[in-house]
Each structure stands twice: as C-alpha cells, then as structure tokens.
C-alpha cells in the first residue's frame, strides 16, 4: 500500500484527484460508485488480483471506458495490453510518468484554483 500512496501523492502534485483502494474488491466497487476516468492498477493485489479487476473493468459496459494504466512488479506487458489496459509500467515508476501516460490520454487535470 506505500507503492500506492506514493503514486497517489505524485498524482495529486500533478493536480489530478485520487482515491485509493487496498484491494481488487474495493476498486471494482469504487470504480462502481464512483467516476473514475482513469485507474493505476497493481497486478499484485490481494483479493482478486489485477488480471481478474482489468477484465471486469472491461466487461462491464459501464466501466469498459476507464482508462487503465498497470503498475506493476511483474513483467507481462503483452498480457497487459491485449487486455484493455492503455499502458504498462514496471515498478518503481519515475515520478512524471504516470502523469505523462495519463495526459497523453487526454486526461489533463484542470489548472489549480488561484481563488
């Protein structure tokens, strides 16, 4: 969960809104509840692992537009992408790439509010 928080804090630096899940339960249901544009998911994920989250992320029509970005240990980029994820990034992640990926999906967080 550290891994994910640091890449929460790097995301949120770059001004986009994170909400975290500890495990692949959680995230389904706050992908279910929630409207997530886009989601770094760990392969390694205790309940349901990454695999099974990415696939119900894709079979649900109401969630199959979420852009997914694995963060991963493990080295199955191939796997990975012929999936539905958008991006594969093996650990330790530099600090700018996933803000990167993400704008070059499209997903720019809007400028801070200088109010």
Do not use: C, N
């Not at 886009?38 to 969630?63: C, F, M, N, S």
């Not at 852009?67 to 093996?90: C, R, W």
């Amino acid at each position: 969960m550290a891994a994910s928080r640091l890449l929460a804090t790097q995301l949120q630096r770059a001004g986009y809104h994170v909400t975290l899940a500890a495990t692949g339960e959680q995230g389904l249901a706050t992908a279910r509840t929630g409207t997530p544009q886009a989601t770094p998911l760990d392969i390694a994920l205790p309940g349901i692992d990454g695999w099974q989250v990415l696939t119900e992320l894709k079979r649900d029509e109401l969630l199959r537009h979420i852009l997914v970005l694995i963060v991963s240990v493990h080295d199955d980029t191939g796997v990975g992408l012929a999936l539905g994820a958008v991006d594969y990034f093996a650990k330790p992640v530099d600090r700018g790439t996933l803000p990167t990926s993400l704008a070059r999906h499209g997903l720019i967080p809007p400028p801070p509010d200088r109010s």
